[in-house]
């Protein structure tokens, strides 16, 4: 039974692992900006902290505890949110921050969810600001677990809204393919290679699809006549250069988006949801 910190506790996937962690019997300790905001369910303590401030008391969260898990970082959403800055700007520094403290604190390992391809896709933004933190990690002396994530699912939340108005984009001729995989799923791949000691794990989903395939379940799940579109890369290129001085966030991640439509993203299989079965519930 380890006692786990665990900082992005409200997003996501950290509130999966928050729930992983306790159903197998550990002590989950939820690290939260705001914790009134979210539901924290398997939580044992919940501490509040940004880790962005100097003044966090990080001391006080990491105290007795042995594992740090983290799935802090800048909202990958391609709605509008309050945060712009790039992701190099926000991840990499809160990162840091919480391993500097866990180091300080004598904790034996840290675990970090960065993105499949790392290195084979490097040259994005969104992951080399990843990719970095993972080298910074490796260099600390710490004990590492690096899961390298393909999608989850509740990014195909902005195709499925999307769609409702237009047609599905497509950055390639919808042929690359991928094994996408839900939060859940995800949580228990994480936690298992904690308890396992893996120092870099990648985790996929149970079901490769076509990012044709993957356009026409969220079709199916709003009930509408799939109509996809192919974007030409200059314009891709223009809508990025144009989105880039005013909201650095969601050109790194359309950069990233038009990347792996064009490219294979597999990983080992985990869980059991399917893409389609979530996108017809939500
Ligand atoms: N989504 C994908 O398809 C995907 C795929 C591969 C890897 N990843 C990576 O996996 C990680 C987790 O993703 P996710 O989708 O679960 O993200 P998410 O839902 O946006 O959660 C990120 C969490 O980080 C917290 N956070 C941000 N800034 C913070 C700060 N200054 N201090 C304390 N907490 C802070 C947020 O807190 P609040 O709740 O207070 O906002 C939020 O709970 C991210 O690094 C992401 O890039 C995502």
Do not use: W
Request: proline share 4%; charged share 30%.
């Amino acid at each position: 039974m380890k006692r786990v910190l665990v900082a992005g506790a409200g997003g996501h996937l950290g509130r999966h692992v928050v729930a992983e962690l306790s159903a197998r019997g550990h002590r989950a300790r939820a690290l939260v900006r705001d914790p009134g905001k979210r539901d924290l369910a398997g939580a044992e303590e919940v501490v509040a902290a940004d880790l962005s401030d100097p003044e966090a008391p990080l001391a006080e969260a990491l105290e007795g505890v042995d594992v740090v898990f983290s799935a802090a970082g800048q909202s990958c959403t391609m709605q509008r949110a309050v945060e712009r800055a790039s992701f190099r700007d926000v991840d990499l520094p809160i990162n840091r921050a919480l391993l500097a403290a866990a180091r300080a604190a004598g904790v034996q390992r840290f675990a970090y969810v960065a993105v499949l391809g790392g290195e084979r896709l490097r040259h994005l933004d969104y992951v080399a600001a990843h990719e970095d933190f993972v080298g910074e990690l490796a260099a600390s002396g710490l004990d590492r677990t690096v899961i390298r994530a393909n999608g989850f699912f509740y990014s195909y939340l902005d195709m499925l809204q999307a769609i409702r108005r237009g047609p599905a984009i497509l950055f390639g001729d919808g042929s690359a393919r991928s094994n996408p995989i839900h939060e859940a799923d995800l949580a228990v791949a994480c936690v298992e290679a904690i308890e396992r000691g893996l120092e870099e794990v990648d985790v996929g989903g149970p079901e490769t699809l076509t990012r044709r395939e993957e356009a026409e379940l969220a079709f199916a799940a709003i009930g509408k006549k799939p109509r996809l579109i192919r974007l030409p890369a200059p314009l891709l290129g223009a809508a990025v250069r144009l989105l880039r001085p005013r909201d650095r966030r969601r050109a790194e991640m359309l950069e990233f988006i038009a990347a792996i439509g064009r490219t294979d993203m597999l990983a080992p299989a985990h869980g059991e949801r399917r893409l389609g079965e979530y996108l017809e519930s939500s």
